[in-house]
């Protein structure tokens, strides 16, 4: 199984960015709760938020709530991230994987670099 992330960038404090992630290989996509982390230098993975079965639940972390939004695309086996209003404190590589996360399936993740 393969999790691609893409869509970081460098963005400025304030602005949007759209996250992807893509899977393939042997996965029931459908079937799998799916879920955004963060990584920065130093610091634990992180939970940001995370998408049930056909989209009818969602959750946020407390920093995430109200400026994220993620969305799923079963059709497609994408999950994707919406980043309104970014911070500095956004700054980092941004993973998704299944819920609770599998080892093997982490990526490369895409790096989110908000310049203030």
């Known amino acids: 199984v393969q999790l691609q992330a893409s869509g970081g960038g460098l963005v400025q404090a304030g602005d949007s960015l759209r996250l992807s992630c893509a899977a393939s290989?042997?996965?029931?996509?459908?079937?799998?709760?799916m879920a955004w982390f963060r990584q920065t230098p130093g610091k634990e993975r992180e939970f940001v938020a995370a998408i049930g079965l056909g989209g009818r639940s969602v959750s946020y972390s407390d920093d995430a709530k109200g400026r994220f939004f993620i969305s799923r695309d079963d059709a497609k086996n994408t999950v994707s991230l919406q980043m309104n209003s970014l911070k500095v404190e956004d700054t980092a590589v941004h993973y998704c994987?299944?819920?609770?996360?599998?080892?093997?399936?982490w990526g490369q993740g895409t790096l989110v670099t908000v310049s203030s």
């Open positions: 994987n299944v819920v609770p996360g599998i080892t093997s399936y």
């Open positions: 290989g042997r996965i029931f996509f459908s079937s799998n709760n």
